[in-house]
């Protein structure tokens, strides 16, 4: 079954991009969250994350700072 | 050990057309790289690019790599390089994976990265108030306090990003006055949020979790600022630590000759870690794949 895949990012962050090109390259679903206007989802990323660099991705409650590909891809079993 | 034709260390413009040039030249070889793009996947609008009137740094970066990714190239991604020297004959590359691999020939394509304010603090706060990126991280700081270390355009540059998203921004310059483009200036000094701090220091970043105030010295006087989100925008400083034994200019940047050699022969640098005039994503594919059939003629040669 798919996995449930959030990516909390800003519209103007390269790696945010990166990451969700990864995601459509590799036909995985995804919600996507911009905190640079939803502030409750900006404070859920840094309270999740415990820290506030975008982007963080959820992978079913594992958080993945930054365009870690290799982990995105270990978690996402790639 | 196998021995590599060529090892390129970096995968910005720079290492990528290199590799596209390696890889049409048939050469045995490998490209080492931490990631894919360099400061050109943090690029926003390139205009400059010739064949693209506009584009993302974003998807810039993502043609290169297709194009790179075409060839049955060999890309270490995602291991970051720690030492090169030339021993004896052969090139000596070592990863932060504790591998080791030889080579006939490297180019050293590691770029530039964000210089730190060396302000204590500041590492253990990294992403946790800290940012070298205010376009990426900016938005996080919504209605918050924001001190921006630095006085040159990219400090400007921020401190505008941040006029529109912080409710108060400090700019901590530690000359007598702002040193970027005139219209930057005048723009920052306008928005009514900003406070301008000349002559000033961070020495401190402090806060529990996150950050929650800095320490400054203006003119000879100490300051805490109570401020949530810090941004260090003081300019780039070259990869080049790793580089054993090769020259380098005063801001570390690794000298070479028009055909892209160091003082080491076999080792070849490409791109903005070079002393190369004029650091632009153009010429630093240029320059890369300059380096790389300067390579390729010094194995005919050899």
């Known amino acids: 079954m798919a996995k449930n895949v959030k990516i909390y990012s800003t519209p103007t962050c390269p790696w945010c991009i990166r990451v969700k090109q990864f995601f459509k390259e590799n036909n995985i679903a995804f919600e996507d969250y911009d905190v640079s206007t939803d502030h409750a989802k900006s404070e859920e990323m840094v309270n999740k994350s415990g820290q506030m660099g975008v982007p963080v991705i959820d992978i079913e409650g594992e958080i993945i700072v930054g365009f870690d590909k290799e982990k995105i891809k270990q978690v996402l079993g790639l | ?302």
């Open chain 2, 1 to 302: 050990m196998k021995v590599y034709d060529l090892i390129i260390v970096g995968a910005g413009p720079a290492g990528i057309t290199a590799c596209v040039y390696a890889a049409r030249k048939r050469m045995d070889f490998l490209v080492i790289t931490g990631d894919i793009g360099g400061q050109a996947a943090w690029s926003g609008d390139i205009e400059n690019y010739t064949g693209y009137q506009f584009i993302t740094g974003a998807d810039l970066v993502k043609k290169f790599e297709e194009h790179m990714r075409s060839y049955d190239a060999s890309v270490k991604e995602g291991e970051g390089v720690v030492g090169v020297e030339k021993p004896g004959e052969l090139v000596l590359v070592k990863t932060n994976k504790g591998i080791e691999y030889q080579a006939k020939t490297v180019i050293i394509a590691s770029g530039k990265r964000s210089k730190e304010a060396g302000a204590s603090g500041e590492k253990e706060y990294k992403n946790k108030g800290v940012s070298y990126c205010a376009t990426c991280d900016g938005p996080i700081f919504n209605a918050k306090i924001v001190a921006i270390i630095g006085g040159g355009n990219s400090a400007l540059d921020a401190a505008l990003q941040l006029t529109r998203i912080a409710k108060q921004v400090y700019v901590i310059n530690n000359t007598p006055q702002l040193s970027g483009d005139a219209i930057m200036r005048k723009k920052v000094e306008d928005a009514t949020n900003v406070s301008i701090l000349n002559n000033s220091k961070v020495a401190a970043i402090l806060g529990d979790k996150f950050v929650n105030a800095i320490r400054l010295n203006q003119a000879g006087e100490e300051k805490t600022l109570s401020v949530q989100g810090v941004f260090v925008e003081i300019g780039l400083i070259p990869n080049s630590d790793f580089v054993k034994g090769v020259k380098k200019n005063a801001q570390g940047e690794i000298i070479i000759n028009n055909r892209n050699e160091t003082n080491i022969p076999g080792i070849f640098a490409a791109g903005d870690v070079t002393d190369v005039p004029e650091k632009q994503i153009i010429i630093a594919a240029g320059e890369g794949s300059k380096a790389c059939l300067s390579a390729f003629r010094y194995l005919a040669r050899s």
